[in-house]
Every structure is written in structure tokens, then in C-alpha cells.
T-cell receptor, first 111, second 114 residues
Framework: QQPVQSPQAVILREGEDAVINCSSSKALYSVHWYRQKHGEAPVFLMILLKGGEQKGHDKISASFNEKKQQSSLYLTASQLSYSGTYFCGTETQGGSEKLVFGKGTKLTVNP | DTAVSQTPKYLVTQMGNDKSIKCEQNLGHDTMYWYKQDSKKFLKIMFSYNNKELIINETVPNRFSPKSPDKAHLNLHINSLELGDSAVYFC?????????????FGDGTRLSIL
């Protein structure tokens, strides 16, 4: 079951904040976040495991609410280098051992 | 030092041909994957191997045949190529087979079918 990401696209000015959401209709074991720049490979940002933890990576952090089966990615004080498409990948409970990716959120940061 | 490397980077060929894509990782990971990313950027898993054994085989036409000669290599052979096979194919690897491990992606192979 493919997770749903929102919004589909967001345009920011440098220094602004953004939130990208990822939700699933199934119970989740883990949520991954990746960023892909145009013409490049997806790059791993972070993994969140069930337990409602929050993680941070520079000015990018994420939370995982397992009760709501949702994860949110927070980008604060955005930089030009944050531009790209952000994908969440989810692993549903039951040990499927595979990630199912959302359709992505395209983030554009302008000067 | 490229962690996950794929060859070729670009592949342009005619419908009906057979082609192969190669992937190698030097991270010492046990698990490797093939993903297909279509023109709408949807990233979908095709296959996964753990220590040379097939562990994930999604609903993929049997024209696609993966092969893992050892845990550092995973190749993808495609027979009788069709227009719908045009996409970017990404190889990835992770420490273990569970989806709780970060995946490292190669740069992709851009396959165009004429």
C-alpha cells in the first residue's frame, strides 16, 4: 500500500520553513526519508522506527506518530541546497522487508 | 570511491532487443535491490537479493531476470524490450535485508526504448 505524501509540491524562499507529510492506511514499522535532486540518485536522510521518535539531521528533522501512521519531515531555515524531491518510504508491520515509496514532494527553494 | 556503481549510465535501444545492466557495491552490504523509476518519478521495488538469494520478487514481467553472482554484484537482464520499459533503473544496497536499514542508491541507468 503506497503511502500518501502531501503537499505534492512546495515553493519556498531561502530561510523559510516547510513541512512534508507522509501517511499510511496500514500500521507502520518504519519510515524512511530520501531526497532526490534532478537527474541524480535518491539520497538517504533518516529512518524513524515505531515508538514516536524524532530525529534530526542538520536543520532537517522528522517525527513518526505510529498511532496515526504518519510521519512528518521538517525543514527549517531552508537553503538552496534543499531543493529536490523528497520521498518517504514505509515498511508496514508484518515483516515485509520492503520499502514502498510515496509519489514524492517537489521542494523548490528560491533565493 | 563510488559506493554503488551501475553500468551503463545510459542505454538507448530498439524494441525487441535484449539488454543487461550491471551493479556493484563496495560497502560490504548483504542486500541489494533493483528499483524502477518511471516518468512520473514513482520509485518501485522490483527485486531484492540477500547474500545472493532472492528475497523480494515483485510483480514484474518474467522478461526481467536478476542475477547475483556474489553479494557485491547484482545484474538485471531484460529480454524483448518494450516501450513501457523506458525508465530509470536504480540499484541500491543496504547492510541487512530488513527495511530498517538505510539504502544507498547507484546513479541510475536511463533506459530509452525506441
Amino acid at each position: 500500500q503506497q503511502p500518501v505524501q502531501s503537499p505534492q509540491a512546495v515553493i519556498l524562499r531561502e530561510g523559510e520553513d516547510a513541512v512534508i507529510n507522509c501517511s499510511s492506511s496500514k500500521a507502520l514499522y518504519s519510515v524512511h526519508w530520501y531526497r532526490q535532486k534532478h537527474g541524480e540518485a535518491p539520497v538517504f536522510l533518516m529512518i524513524l522506527l515505531k515508538g514516536g521518535e524524532q530525529k534530526g539531521h542538520d536543520k532537517i528533522s522528522a517525527s513518526f506518530n505510529e498511532k496515526k501512521q504518519q510521519s512528518s519531515l521538517y525543514l527549517t531555515a531552508s537553503q538552496l541546497s534543499y531543493s529536490g524531491t523528497y520521498f518517504c518510504g514505509t515498511e508496514t508491520q508484518g515483516g515485509s522487508e520492503k520499502l514502498v515509496f510515496g509519489k514524492g514532494t517537489k521542494l523548490t527553494v528560491n533565493p | 570511491d563510488t559506493a554503488v556503481s551501475q553500468t551503463p549510465k545510459y542505454l538507448v535501444t530498439q524494441m525487441g532487443n535484449d539488454k543487461s545492466i550491471k551493479c556493484e557495491q563496495n560497502l560490504g552490504h548483504d542486500t541489494m535491490y533493483w528499483y524502477k523509476q518511471d516518468s512520473k518519478k514513482f520509485l518501485k521495488i522490483m527485486f531484492s537479493y540477500n547474500n545472493k538469494e532472492l528475497i523480494i520478487n515483485e510483480t514484474v514481467p518474467n522478461r526481467f531476470s536478476p542475477k547475483s553472482p556474489d553479494k557485491a554484484h547484482l545484474n538485471l537482464h531484460i529480454n524483448s524490450l518494450e516501450l513501457g520499459d523506458s525508465a530509470v533503473y536504480f540499484c541500491a544496497s543496504s547492510q541487512e535485508s530488513q527495511a530498517r536499514q538505510p539504502q544507498h542508491f547507484g546513479d541510475g541507468t536511463r533506459l530509452s526504448i525506441l
